[in-house]
């Protein structure tokens, strides 16, 4: 099956500064990619998703990037803010005609006002 | 508004009972699913259902059962075969696109 592989586990940055979140997938066949944030105590709530026909796409300060070659995927959020400190988690499907997800293991983001 | 509704959203057991967690929505959504989620380990799927009356085991069905007898909902209950069932569990839904709207979750504590 399916298996994603999300980093860094936890990462602070101070506020204004970029994030990065970087995950890796391992079904080539894969090809929709969503990021989840999910805030303390709540459901997680798509933020963004990419297809596998295209490169990167942006909505506003955040923006994913994909790398079918290399089977990886990232997301950037610009000009960080306190309310951007959540747990973020990146998702794949599991092949070509399946839209049942795989999610990494989740990320820690911690924006320092 | 439409969305997801699980309940409740804090439940205690003890051990050797069975719970139900409820789920519905009103987005007319043919898919639901059930996620277990624990410390650092991510969502990990338990069932999901694509149509009414149907429904299939995920990554960790062993020692829950689910019901879809009706298209807006979808409870799952946890039995005591569940070795170890205190977790955040979280129910969602989409159109079958990979989508998925969560709702607020329910976490179980095992006294």
């Known amino acids: 099956g399916e298996n994603v592989e999300q980093h860094p586990s936890t990462l602070s940055v101070q506020e204004g500064d970029s994030a990065v979140i970087k995950c890796t997938y391992s079904?080539?066949?894969?090809?929709?990619f969503p990021w989840y944030k999910q805030e303390l105590g709540k459901g997680p709530q798509l933020i963004i998703d990419?297809?596998?026909?295209?490169g990167e796409k942006k909505d506003q300060r955040i923006a994913v990037t994909l790398n079918k070659t290399a089977k990886h995927f990232s997301l950037h959020i610009t000009e960080t803010q306190p309310e951007d400190s959540a747990v973020y988690f990146c998702?794949?499907?599991?092949?070509?005609?399946?839209?049942?997800?795989?999610f990494g293991k989740g990320t820690k983001l911690s924006v320092i006002p | 508004d439409g969305g997801i509704t699980q309940s409740p959203k804090y439940l205690f057991r003890k051990e050797g009972q069975n719970v139900t967690l409820s789920c519905e929505q009103n987005?007319?959504?043919?898919?639901m699913y059930w996620y277990r989620q624990d410390p650092g380990q991510g969502l990990r799927l338990i069932y999901y259902s694509q149509i009414v009356n149907d429904f299939q085991k995920g990554d960790i069905a062993e020692g829950y059962s689910v019901s879809r007898e009706k298209k807006e909902s979808f409870p799952l209950t946890v039995t005591s075969a569940q070795k170890n069932p205190t977790a955040f569990y979280l129910c969602?839904?989409?159109w079958g696109t990979g989508e998925l709207f969560f709702g607020e979750g329910s976490r179980l504590t095992v006294l």
């Open positions: 987005l007319n959504h043919d898919a």
């Open positions: 079904d080539s066949a894969s090809n929709y």
């Open positions: 969602a839904s989409d």
């Open positions: 998702a794949a499907t599991l092949g070509a005609g399946s839209y049942q997800l795989t």
């Open positions: 990419i297809r596998s026909n295209v």
